[in-house]
C-alpha cells in the first residue's frame, strides 16, 4: 500500500471540510462548523495500475487545516512534507479564488525549497515539481440552483490552471459531484510520478550508483491495531 | 471560595486604564443610529460636579418593568463608592462591593416561595478534621438551626409525597422552552463583548441592529466611570426584578453579562473573565495588542474567525443554558475508576512514555488527559514532576474538547493551537485531541509547546492505546459502549438526596451523580391517572405527555430544562454561603440549610416540562438543600421534594462525607502519570 500525504488549503467557509467529509464520510453536513486549528483523517482508494491493470491501494493522509488568516503561520507544518495540495474556492465568492491563487504561489515558493525538513540526499528538487496541486472550485450545487450566484467563471479557472499547471475540476461537495473524481485523479498521478521515481531510481542502480530510497516518514504506526 | 480572577492583575489593570483620555467617546456611526431608532439615547451632561445620567431605553433593551421605574437617575460625583439609589437601582464600581447586604429574597418572579432563612455558623475548628459528624451534630443542636420556618418552610400542610422529581420554583422563563427570539430581553442572561473603541465583538443572542447602540451605551457607561470617577464600574444591579450588569473593562477589551438568574456578582465577574479569557487562549495577549496598537478602532469582530464565534456561543451556552458548576467551584470534574484500575492506567502511561523516549524526547510532551464523558470527567492525567496547570486554564481546553466531542467526529485527530492565558498568556501551546470511543465519549488530550510534534503525539498516543486496550479493565473504561459511566446516587447511601455535588479542596476536583432527571417518570404518570381525580383536560395531557416521552428523550430538551433547574439550585446554595463580592461569609467553615418552599400553579403552561406532572400529582413542594464547606471539602446537596427534615438531610450528608473520604482514591485522581 501506498501512503500519500495531501493537505487542504483555501480561505474559510469555502468548503474543505465538507470535500474531505464527503470523501472520508460520504456524508454532507449543511450547518458544518468551523474547523479549529486543522484536522488530522485517512483514507484510501483504489487505482488501476495502467501498465499491469492491476489493483493498487492508495491511502492518503489527509490534513484538514483552518481556513482563517491567524493559522497562517501554521500552514507550513502542514504543507511541508504534502505530496498534494487540494486549493479550494467557493464559486460564489470571487475573493476566494484570489486567496487560492495565493495559497497556490506559496506552495510553489515553499514546498521543497526548504532544506531543513528533509533527508540529506540531494533528491530535494525533485518534491518541488512532484507536488501535486489540485485546484478546485466547490458549491458548483449553488449555481445549478440559481446561475446568478457564480462569480468566478469556468474559464478562468480552467485558464489560470492550465498556465500554472494544475489539475483542475468544479465539484459540489453537497451533491457529491466530482468529489471521488478529484482524489481518483489525485491519486493516480501520484502513483504514476511514484513510478517515474522507482524507475529513474532502478536506472541509477544499473549504472552501479547505490542510492537507498527511503519512503517519506511513515505517521502510521506499523503496531498499531488500526492500520 | 477560590477566586479565578488574580486580585493584583486587577489592580494593575486599573492603573493602566483609569487615565485614560478625558472624553466619552462615542463610536462613529452610533449617534446617527440611535436617531434612526429614537427609542434609544443616552445623555451624560456633566456640569458644576452634578451628572445626570439618564437613560431611555426601550423595552427591548432592558426589561419593561424595570427600567421604566429608573428612567432618570441622578448621580452625585463626588459620593463615595457606591451609589444607592432613589430607586431600587444600584451601580457599584472600584471592587467596592462590600457595602451591599446580600438580599437572599430578591427573585422577583419566584412562584409563592417562602421566604429563605440564613444561618451560618463558624465554629468548626481544622484539628478536628476527623470528627465531623460530632460537629455537625453540635452544630444542629445549636438555636440557630431550631428556628421552626427555616426547618418547615411556611406552609407545613405538606405532601405526602416524597419524590424525587426535581420541581422547578424558580421563574419559570428560564426554561429554554418559552424564550422568545425575537427580543433580546427575553433572554435572561446575555453576554456582551465589545472594544473600547465602542465596536461590537460578540454577543450571545445575535440581533445586529439592537447590538450597536449596545455596544454605544455599554461603553459610554464604563467610560463614564472612567472619566468622571476615574474608576472602573463592576455591576449594576436592579434590585426589584433583580437584573444584574456586570462590567469587565480589560485593555481594548469590554466584557458585560447580563443575568436575571441569580448569581452572584463574583460569579458574573468570573463568567466575563472567562470569556475574557476565551479570546487570550484564540489570539494570546501578544496579537491582540499588537492588532489594538496600531488603531484603536480595530474590528476584531471581523477579524475572529467563524469558529471563535461558535466557540464563545458554545462557552456562553454552557455557562446560561447548561448545568456548568465548574467555574463556580473552581474545580474540574474527575470520572471515579476503581483505584486499582486507575493506578494501573497511570503506570501504563508512565511504562509507554519510558519505552517512547526515542519519539518524543523530553520536553515534547507537556501534560495529558483521558477524558470520558460528554462533560469530560479526567479519567487520568499524565503531567511533569513539579507542574501543574491552573484550573481556569484547563477549563478553557475542556470547553474545547466538549465542542470536539459535540461535532461527533471520531475520524478526525485535531490538532488546535491554544494559549493558557494563566500559563503563558503571551504563546501558543498545541493540543492534540483524538476521540477514543462516541458512546462513552472518550478523549485523549495531549498537549505540546511545539508546533510540529502532531505526528510525535500521535504515534505516541496510538502505541498507546494499543497497550491499554490490551488490559480489559482499562478497555472496558475508556472505550467502553456504555454511554453512562459515573455513579448514582442510589450507591450511596443518603436517603432522601436528590443530588450532591462534592468538591475535594486538595485536588481541586468535583465528583457529582450522574443525572437521572426522568427517574420514576412512568410511576408517577400511572400515580396520577389512576389515583388522581383531576379534570379531564389534564388527563389528556397526561397522555399526550406519555406518547412524547420518546421524543423528549431524544432531543435531550428535558435534560437541558434539568440541568438549568440544578444550576439555580446549586447557584442558591453556593451564594448562600458567599457574599457578593465571593468571599466565604465565614473565613473557615460553613453549614447551612436553604429550605425551598412552593407551589407549581397549573397555569403555568411550559411545554412537555415535568414540572406540569408534578403540579397534579403533588402540588406543593418541599425541597431542602444543604451547604457544607469546610478547607478540605465543599459538600452541596439538594432533597428530594418532599423532605423538609433538617435532621435526615444532615445524617445524609454525613453518610455522603463518609463515602467520598472512604472512596477518596477511587473518585479523585491524586497525583497523575508523573514523568
Known amino acids: 500500500m501506498l501512503q500519500f500525504k495531501l493537505v487542504l488549503l483555501g480561505d474559510s467557509s469555502v468548503g474543505k471540510s465538507s470535500i474531505v467529509n464527503r470523501f472520508v464520510k460520504d456524508t454532507f453536513d449543511e450547518f458544518r462548523e468551523s474547523t479549529i486549528g486543522a484536522a488530522f483523517l485517512s483514507q484510501s482508494i483504489k487505482i488501476k495500475d495502467p501498465k499491469t491493470n492491476q489493483d493498487v491501494i492508495i491511502k492518503f493522509e489527509i490534513w484538514d487545516t483552518a481556513g482563517q488568516e491567524r493559522y497562517k503561520s501554521l500552514a507550513p507544518m502542514y504543507y511541508r512534507n504534502a505530496n498534494a495540495a487540494l486549493v479550494v474556492y467557493d464559486i460564489t465568492i470571487a475573493d476566494s479564488l484570489l486567496k487560492a491563487k495565493s495559497w497556490v504561489n506559496e506552495l510553489k515558493e515553499k514546498v521543497g525549497n526548504s532544506t531543513d525538513d528533509n533527508d540529506n540526499d540531494n533528491d530535494n528538487n525533485n518534491n518541488n515539481n512532484n507536488l501535486v496541486i489540485h485546484l478546485v472550485g466547490n458549491k458548483l450545487d449553488l449555481v445549478e440552483d440559481d446561475p446568478e450566484m457564480r462569480s468566478v467563471a469556468t474559464e478562468d479557472a480552467v485558464k489560470y490552471s492550465t498556465d500554472e499547471n494544475l489539475l483542475f475540476k468544479e465539484v459540489s461537495a453537497k451533491t457529491d459531484f466530482n468529489i471521488k473524481e478529484v482524489f481518483q485523479t489525485i491519486g493516480e498521478k501520484l502513483y504514476e510520478i511514484r513510478q517515474k521515481e522507482l524507475d529513474n531510481n532502478n536506472n541509477k542502480q544499473n549504472k552501479g550508483e547505490i542510492n537507498i530510497s527511503l519512503p517519506r516518514p511513515s505517521t502510521n504506526d506499523s503496531t498499531s491495531c488500526c492500520s | 471560595?477560590?477566586?479565578?480572577?488574580?486580585?493584583?492583575?486587577?489592580?494593575?489593570?486599573?492603573?493602566?486604564?483609569?487615565?485614560?483620555?478625558?472624553?466619552?467617546?462615542?463610536?462613529?456611526?452610533?449617534?446617527?443610529?440611535?436617531?434612526?431608532?429614537?427609542?434609544?439615547?443616552?445623555?451624560?451632561?456633566?456640569?458644576?460636579?452634578?451628572?445626570?445620567?439618564?437613560?431611555?431605553?426601550?423595552?427591548?433593551?432592558?426589561?419593561?418593568?424595570?427600567?421604566?421605574?429608573?428612567?432618570s437617575h441622578r448621580l452625585l460625583p463626588e459620593s463615595t463608592k457606591s451609589y444607592s439609589s432613589l430607586r431600587d437601582i444600584e451601580i457599584s464600581f472600584d471592587e467596592s462591593l462590600s457595602s451591599r447586604v446580600p438580599n437572599k429574597t430578591s427573585n422577583g418572579n419566584i412562584n409563592e416561595v417562602a421566604p429563605i432563612e440564613f444561618t451560618t455558623s463558624n465554629s468548626i475548628s481544622q484539628n478536628e478534621h476527623n470528627s465531623y459528624q460530632e460537629i455537625l451534630t453540635d452544630l444542629l443542636s445549636e438555636s440557630f438551626y431550631s428556628y421552626t420556618p427555616s426547618v418547615c418552610g411556611m406552609g407545613r400542610c405538606g405532601p405526602s409525597v416524597v419524590s424525587n422529581e426535581l420541581p422547578n420554583i424558580f421563574n419559570k422563563s428560564e426554561t429554554l422552552l418559552s424564550v422568545n427570539k425575537q427580543r433580546l430581553t427575553r433572554f435572561n442572561k446575555n453576554f456582551f463583548i465589545i472594544s473600547d473603541a465602542g465596536k461590537p465583538i460578540f454577543t450571545m443572542h445575535r440581533d445586529d441592529k439592537k447590538i450597536i447602540p449596545l455596544a454605544g451605551i455599554i461603553n459610554t457607561i464604563v467610560n463614564y466611570f472612567q472619566v468622571n470617577q476615574q474608576a472602573e464600574i463592576k455591576t449594576i444591579h436592579f434590585r426589584n426584578t433583580g437584573q444584574k450588569f456586570v462590567f469587565l473593562n480589560k485593555e481594548h477589551i469590554i466584557i458585560m453579562i447580563h443575568s436575571n438568574l441569580g448569581e452572584s456578582f463574583k460569579i458574573l465577574q468570573d463568567q466575563c473573565y472567562f470569556l475574557y479569557s476565551y479570546l487570550i487562549s484564540t489570539l494570546t495577549s501578544k496579537s491582540l495588542e499588537r492588532l489594538f496598537r496600531n488603531r484603536s478602532n480595530f474590528d476584531l469582530g471581523t477579524f475572529l474567525a467563524q469558529s471563535d464565534i461558535e466557540n464563545l456561543n458554545s462557552i456562553c451556552h454552557l455557562l446560561s443554558n447548561n448545568f456548568y458548576p465548574d467555574i463556580f467551584l473552581n474545580a474540574l470534574q474527575s470520572n471515579p475508576i476503581e483505584k486499582r484500575i486507575r493506578n494501573k492506567i497511570h503506570k501504563e502511561i508512565l511504562q509507554e512514555l519510558h519505552e517512547n523516549r526515542d519519539i518524543i524526547p523530553r520536553g515534547t510532551l507537556l501534560y495529558g488527559f483521558l477524558l470520558i464523558g460528554e462533560d469530560t470527567k479526567m479519567a487520568a492525567?499524565?503531567?511533569?514532576?513539579?507542574?501543574?496547570?491552573?484550573?481556569?486554564?484547563?477549563?478553557?481546553?475542556?470547553?474545547?474538547?466538549?465542542?470536539?466531542?459535540?461535532?461527533?467526529?471520531?475520524?478526525?485527530?485535531?490538532?488546535?493551537?491554544?494559549?493558557?492565558?494563566?500559563?503563558?498568556?503571551?504563546?501558543?501551546?498545541?493540543?492534540?485531541?483524538?476521540?477514543?470511543?462516541?458512546?462513552?465519549?472518550?478523549?485523549?488530550?495531549?498537549?505540546?509547546?511545539?508546533?510540529?510534534?502532531?505526528?510525535?503525539?500521535?504515534?505516541?498516543?496510538?502505541?498507546?492505546?494499543?497497550?491499554?486496550?490490551?488490559?480489559?479493565?482499562?478497555?472496558?473504561?475508556?472505550?467502553?459502549?456504555?454511554?453512562?459511566?459515573?455513579?448514582?446516587?442510589?450507591?450511596?447511601?443518603?436517603?432522601?438526596?436528590?443530588?450532591?455535588?462534592?468538591?475535594?479542596?486538595?485536588?481541586?476536583?468535583?465528583?457529582m451523580p450522574i443525572m437521572e432527571y426522568n427517574i420514576k417518570y412512568q410511576d408517577v404518570i400511572e400515580n396520577t391517572v389512576s389515583c388522581n381525580d383531576e379534570?379531564?383536560?389534564?388527563?389528556?395531557?397526561?397522555?399526550?405527555?406519555?406518547?412524547?416521552?420518546?421524543?423528549?428523550?431524544?432531543?435531550?430538551?428535558?435534560?437541558?430544562?434539568?440541568?438549568?433547574?440544578?444550576?439555580?439550585?446549586?447557584?442558591?446554595?453556593?451564594?448562600?454561603?458567599?457574599?457578593?463580592?465571593?468571599?466565604k461569609l465565614q473565613s473557615r467553615s460553613v453549614i447551612n440549610f436553604i429550605q425551598w418552599d412552593g407551589i407549581t400553579s397549573k397555569n403555568i403552561s411550559s411545554y412537555g416540562d415535568i414540572d406540569n406532572l408534578q403540579s397534579v400529582n403533588n402540588r406543593r413542594i418541599h425541597i431542602m438543600g444543604m451547604v457544607w464547606c469546610t478547607p478540605h471539602f465543599e459538600l452541596y446537596l439538594i432533597s428530594n421534594n418532599g423532605v423538609s427534615d433538617k435532621g435526615a438531610i444532615s445524617s445524609s450528608a454525613k453518610n455522603i462525607l463518609r463515602w467520598c473520604q472512604k472512596h477518596e482514591q477511587r473518585l479523585f485522581i491524586q497525583n497523575g502519570a508523573i514523568f
Not at chain 2, 399526550?544 to 444550576?567: A, P, S, T, W
Open chain 2, 535 to 583: 379534570s379531564e383536560n389534564n388527563q389528556k395531557y397526561l397522555g399526550n405527555q406519555q406518547k412524547d416521552d420518546i421524543h423528549f428523550m431524544e432531543d435531550g430538551i428535558d435534560l437541558l430544562n434539568y440541568q438549568i433547574k440544578l444550576q439555580r439550585y446549586y447557584m442558591e446554595l453556593h451564594n448562600s454561603v458567599t457574599s457578593e463580592d465571593g468571599s
Open chain 2, 1 to 71: 471560595m477560590v477566586n479565578i480572577s488574580n486580585s493584583d492583575e486587577h489592580k494593575t489593570f486599573n492603573n493602566n486604564t483609569t487615565n485614560k483620555s478625558g472624553t466619552i467617546r462615542f463610536i462613529p456611526g452610533f449617534n446617527s443610529i440611535s436617531k434612526a431608532t429614537p427609542t434609544v439615547s443616552i445623555a451624560l451632561n456633566n456640569s458644576r460636579g452634578t451628572t445626570d445620567l439618564s437613560i431611555t431605553a426601550p423595552s427591548d433593551i432592558i426589561n419593561n418593568n424595570s427600567i421604566s421605574s429608573t428612567s
Open chain 2, 381 to 511: 492525567v499524565i503531567r511533569p514532576q513539579g507542574h501543574t496547570l491552573y484550573t481556569h486554564d484547563i477549563q478553557l481546553l475542556f470547553c474545547l474538547v466538549r465542542r470536539h466531542l459535540h461535532l461527533n467526529t471520531m475520524d478526525r485527530e485535531l490538532w488546535i493551537p491554544i494559549c493558557f492565558p494563566k500559563f503563558n498568556s503571551s504563546g501558543f501551546l498545541y493540543s492534540y485531541i483524538k476521540t477514543l470511543s462516541l458512546k462513552n465519549k472518550s478523549v485523549m488530550v495531549l498537549l505540546s509547546a511545539q508546533k510540529d510534534a502532531f505526528f510525535k503525539l500521535k504515534l505516541f498516543g496510538d502505541r498507546l492505546l494499543t497497550r491499554l486496550g490490551k488490559d480489559s479493565h482499562i478497555a472496558k473504561i475508556i472505550i467502553s459502549d456504555n454511554p453512562c459511566t459515573g455513579f448514582s446516587i442510589k450507591d450511596i447511601p443518603a436517603p432522601l438526596i436528590h443530588h450532591f455535588i462534592f468538591k475535594s479542596t486538595k485536588n481541586a476536583q468535583y465528583i
